[in-house]
């Protein structure tokens, strides 16, 4: 079956950066969507970014100009560089997989990223 893995999340101070991977494997296509989101304390999950197959990205407002999303779609991987994280960053990170073979989305189990002030 679809397994989602992230990977990358760790303690880093305010400012600093971080790389976050996720790695899909079980199936034999590649994603139509892949998107990273978060659930801060006592928080909903938000979107944090996507990208297609076709490159498109789309951030939320919140972390324009300092996260990127890239991935290969050949490899079913996703990237997500943060940079100038903040406190407010902090939040258990995940991973969704989408192809619209699936009746489903596919998610990662969650990688934690704690900033510190």
């Known amino acids: 079956q679809v397994q989602v893995v992230e990977s990358g999340g760790g303690l880093v101070q305010s400012g600093g950066s971080l790389r976050l991977s996720c790695v899909v494997s079980?199936?034999?296509?590649?994603?139509?969507?892949m998107g990273w989101y978060r659930q801060g304390p006592e928080k909903q999950r938000e979107l944090v970014a996507t990208?297609?197959?076709?490159?498109?990205?789309n951030y939320a407002d919140s972390v324009k100009g300092r996260f990127t999303i890239s991935g290969d779609n050949a490899k079913n991987t996703v990237y997500l560089q943060m940079n100038s994280l903040r406190p407010e960053d902090t939040a258990v990170y995940y991973c969704?997989?989408?192809?619209?073979?699936?009746?489903?989305?596919?998610w990662g189990q969650g990688t934690q990223v704690t900033v510190s002030s």
């Open positions: 969704k997989w989408v192809n619209s073979y699936y009746a489903r989305d596919f």
């Open positions: 079980g199936s034999i296509f590649s994603f139509n969507t």
């Open positions: 990208i297609t197959s076709g490159g498109s990205t």
